[in-house]
């Protein structure tokens, strides 16, 4: 096991600086994802890490020693790639066993080291075989296999479920949840995919143009976006992100959707926007958030029209527009059927988020924190 920290960590090229002032610390044993759309740093990070990409400023420590001078080989790091990397003219015992022998480590150690291995992520039968005559998740078993037989103080996987169709990804991140239990070893996992930083993470870090927008636990991440960009990224589908305003009525603080609904804010939240009253706000809901009110009809209930409808199996996801801002509701499959039929929602006003329109940033934090939402220095 080993901890490692980014202390203001930059990278630049040329007078194009790609990854800004990063400052983190990643726990013994902990899994960590990096999660952000293309272009925003993290597979850069990644590789700054492991040593494949230098570092213009800043440390890279791990287990106290800062490694910003030494090569891949001796950072004691091994590194999961998208393409697997796999010899073809290698049998699978000999493509997890090249980098032992490499290293001069005896046949009895290199021998228990992959069979071990291979126990673990249930490949024992296959290491006669070669790269071409196994299945995408194979192979990508086989990556995995090669980095734990070096027995690493840091596991990089840098998005390696990418090339797998969608029934594999799902076989595949159990496994890798699984891989993280029983070799109990601190990880750092890229990925584009949120399904993927939520499932796997202890904590996630959501990047954004070389940036850092927001660093906590899945659930802190979910219940408490920091900004319009992580509400709108993580989630699927993402937050409801329309504009609102801030209205007092009658002493009653409520956020208007136009000129036809109005929501009544909870009565705990009346101070927190006092200051907003009069002023614009970005209004975030999710789907789930947005019940099926069946038949009943009170203050609390919207009536809306369906746009569209895409049933899912065990839900339904029904597009519609309120005073022509568009918004979509996770509801059950009876709830609505084809287009026009009419929905009644109760919006659950305990998950209302409110954005600063100018910033993108979170007003408030409407719901209990939940884990570890630590921040980073930029």
Request: charged share 25%.
């Amino acid at each position: 096991m080993a901890s490692l920290t980014l202390t203001e960590v930059t990278k630049s090229f040329g007078p194009l600086e790609v990854l800004h002032p990063l400052s983190l610390e990643i726990g013994h044993n902990e899994l960590l994802v990096l999660v952000g759309p293309s272009g925003c740093g993290k597979t850069t990070l990644l590789r700054m890490i492991a040593g494949l990409e230098d570092v213009t400023s800043g440390t890279i420590t791990i287990d106290g020693r800062v490694v910003n001078e030494l090569q891949p080989k001796d950072r004691d790091i091994a590194m999961v790639f998208q393409n697997y990397a796999l010899y073809p003219h290698m049998t699978v015992y000999e493509n997890m066993a090249f980098g032992l022998i490499y290293r001069g480590h005896a046949k009895d150690e290199i021998r228990r080291r992959v069979e071990h291995a291979a126990e673990i992520l249930n490949i024992g039968d296959y290491l006669a075989r070669r790269p071409r005559q196994l299945s995408g998740g194979q192979r990508q078993r086989v990556a995995m296999g090669r980095a734990i037989v070096r027995d690493p103080k840091v596991f990089l996987f840098d998005e390696p479920l990418s090339n797998l169709d969608a029934i594999l990804r799902v076989q595949m991140r159990t496994e890798i949840k699984k891989l993280h239990k029983r070799v109990a070893t601190t990880m750092i996992y890229v990925t584009h995919d949120q399904v993927e930083a939520m499932t796997l993470a202890d904590r996630i870090v959501v990047m954004r143009d070389g940036r850092v927008e927001q660093i906590g636990t899945p659930d802190v991440i979910y219940n408490e976006p920091a900004s319009t960009f992580v509400a709108g990224f993580i989630g699927a589908p993402t937050m409801n992100l329309v504009m609102a305003r801030v209205e007092d009525r009658n002493g009653k603080l409520v956020v208007a959707l136009g000129p036809d609904t109005s929501l009544v804010l909870l009565e705990g939240h009346a101070a927190t926007y006092r200051d907003w009253i009069g002023r614009e706000v970005i209004f975030g809901l999710r789907p789930e958030h947005l019940a099926w009110a069946r038949a009943d009809v009170d203050a609390t209930t919207v009536e809306i029209a369906a746009s569209v409808v895409e049933p899912l199996g065990a839900d339904t996801l029904v597009f519609f527009e309120i005073s022509g801002l568009e918004m979509v509701a996770r509801l059950p499959p009876e709830a609505a059927r084809q287009t026009g039929d009419r929905v009644r929602l109760r919006p659950d006003l305990s998950r209302v988020h409110l954005f600063n329109p100018a910033t993108g940033r979170r007003i408030h934090s409407t719901v209990r924190n939940i884990g570890d939402s630590r921040s980073v220095k930029e």
